[in-house]
């Protein structure tokens, strides 16, 4: 029984490790959760561990994957991005917070607290918080929504779905392509996209 749990820890890390908009971990925990009739908090304990564990990794690599795809420059911008985010203390933890919240996908969050270096104590204790929220909400969830499949796969290709991918993706876009030493010194709007070595 205990490797079930170890499939819920899994599936979640994997889930929330990579670099790109992925379906949130409990996408992953709540079919475990149901097709083994696993304890609804355990799942949801073990889960979050696993997410945030990826989470915490995905800040420890992004910046040596940073390093090595964009021009100094870029990753240069994203530092003083991060330290603008930073000087704002408890208010970009609300941020933090708030964001986690949403149904939209945290790694941008992750993207760019990884390439601009910003300690993942700074971004982790809000992000723990939202995310144990989030996902146990949808993880209590659950049973109603494994009454409902049918709906549930619908949802999965809803216009709400698919438009909080693209959303997810248009914020790598604007972390990746807008010039924010510009932005923020100058206040001047500018877009780079040789931002690859």
């Given amino acids: 029984m205990w490797w079930q749990y170890l499939l819920v820890f899994a599936g979640a890390f994997l889930f929330d490790v990579v670099p790109f908009p992925f379906p949130p971990a409990f996408s992953i925990m709540v079919p475990l959760q149901i097709m083994f009739k696993l304890n609804t908090w355990l799942v949801i304990i073990i889960g979050v561990i696993g997410s945030i564990l990826g989470r915490y990794v995905l800040t420890l690599y992004i910046p040596l994957l940073a390093d090595k795809i964009f021009k100094p420059e870029k990753n240069k911008e994203v530092q003083f991005l ?16 708030a964001y986690s919240l949403l149904p939209l996908p945290t790694t941008p969050l992750f993207l760019a607290g990884g390439m601009a270096r910003i300690k993942p104590i700074q971004i982790i204790p809000a992000f723990f918080i939202g995310k144990f929220v989030s996902d146990a909400i949808a993880v209590h ?10 709906d549930m796969l619908s949802a999965a290709l809803s216009w709400k779905s698919i438009g909080s991918l693209l959303f997810g993706l248009l914020l790598i876009c604007a972390l990746l392509f807008i010039d924010w030493l510009s932005l923020l010194e100058k206040k001047k709007f500018k877009l780079n996209f040789k931002i690859w070595k």
Avoid at 141 to 150: H, I, M, P, R, W
């Fill in 141 to 150: 969830l659950g049973k109603f929504a494994s009454e409902n499949v049918t």
């Fill in 82 to 97: 991060g330290k603008k985010l930073t000087e704002k203390g408890w208010k970009s933890q609300l941020i933090i917070l």
